[in-house]
C-alpha cells in the first residue's frame, strides 16, 4: 500500500500556541517525508522535509519527527502565528536518482486566531 | 518567484470538448510532474517525465495524456472532458537527485459544465 493518512484534517488554535500535524504511511520503503504548505488562491511550498536517516529536525519554529518504526511522522508549529493559517501536507516517497514519487497526505486545514 | 509557469490559470468548458494545459520550467529541471487536486484539495499524482520519458503513469483515465517536447515543457491534453475532471492541475519540477523537492506551478483550474 501507498497511502499517507494525515491528521486532524482541521484544526484550529490560539496564537502564540503549538499547533501539531501526525501523518502515517504504509511502503516501508519511503525514505523521504516533506512538507507543504499551501495559502488560498497559492501553490503549495515546501516548508520543510526529513529523511529517512534523521528522527528529528527543525528549522526555525518548525520542527519534524519521523518515527521510522511506527511508520509515523508530523509537523510541529510553535509560536504559531495568523501568517500560518493555510493548508498543510505531508507527503512520503521514495527519493530515487531520478525522480521523486511523492503520495500526499489527505490535508490539515491550520486557522491560528488572535 | 515564479519558476514554473502554467497556462491557462482557469478554463470553463462544456462536457466533451478537448482541454490542453502548457507547462514550462525555467529551472533547468530534468522532471515534471502534474497533478490533479480535487475540491477537497486532494493532491494526487497524475504523470511525471524525466528526460522526456514517462516514468510514472498513474492509473488516470485514457483521455488524458502527457506531452513533451523537451524537458523544460510539458503539456497535459484531455480529449473529452467529463464533469469529475473539475479540478485544479498543478504542474510541477524536480530537480535531479533523490529526495528532491517539488517546485509547484500556480495551478490550473478546470471547470467543466
Known amino acids: 500500500g501507498e497511502q499517507v493518512e494525515q491528521l486532524p484534517s482541521i484544526l484550529r488554535v490560539q496564537e502564540r500556541s503549538s499547533a501539531s500535524i501526525n501523518c502515517t504511511y504504509e511502503?516501508?520503503?519511503?525514505?523521504?517525508f516533506p512538507w507543504y504548505k499551501q495559502e488560498p488562491g497559492e501553490n503549495p511550498k515546501l516548508i520543510i522535509d526529513?529523511?529517512?536517516?534523521?528522527e528529528r529536525k527543525q528549522i526555525q519554529g518548525l520542527i519534524v519527527l519521523l518515527d521510522k518504526k511506527a511508520k509515523r511522522f508530523s509537523l510541529h508549529i510553535t509560536d504559531t502565528q495568523p501568517a500560518d493559517s493555510a493548508m498543510y501536507f505531508c507527503?512520503?516517497?521514495?527519493?530515487?536518482?531520478?525522480?521523486?514519487?511523492?503520495?500526499f497526505g489527505q490535508g490539515t486545514s491550520l486557522s491560528v486566531v488572535p | 518567484e515564479t519558476a514554473v509557469f502554467q497556462t491557462p490559470n482557469y478554463h470553463v468548458t462544456q462536457v466533451g470538448n478537448e482541454v490542453s494545459f502548457n507547462c514550462k520550467q525555467t529551472?533547468?529541471?530534468?522532471?515534471m510532474y502534474w497533478y490533479k487536486q480535487d475540491s477537497k484539495k486532494l493532491l494526487k499524482i497524475m504523470f511525471s517525465?524525466?528526460?522526456?520519458?514517462?516514468?510514472v503513469n498513474e492509473t488516470v483515465p485514457r483521455r488524458f495524456s502527457p506531452q513533451s517536447s523537451d524537458k523544460a515543457h510539458l503539456n497535459l491534453r484531455i480529449k473529452s472532458v467529463e464533469p469529475e475532471d473539475s479540478a485544479v492541475y498543478l504542474c510541477?519540477?524536480?530537480?535531479?537527485?533523490?529526495?528532491?523537492?517539488?517546485?509547484f506551478g500556480e495551478g490550473s483550474r478546470l471547470i467543466v459544465v
Open positions: 507527503a512520503a516517497g521514495i527519493a530515487s536518482s531520478s525522480f521523486s514519487k511523492l503520495v
Open positions: 517525465y524525466n528526460n522526456k520519458q514517462l516514468i
Open positions: 529551472l533547468g529541471h530534468d522532471t
Open positions: 511502503n516501508s520503503a519511503s525514505n523521504y
Open positions: 526529513i529523511r529517512s536517516n534523521m
Open positions: 510541477a519540477s524536480s530537480p535531479p537527485g533523490g529526495g528532491n523537492t517539488l517546485y
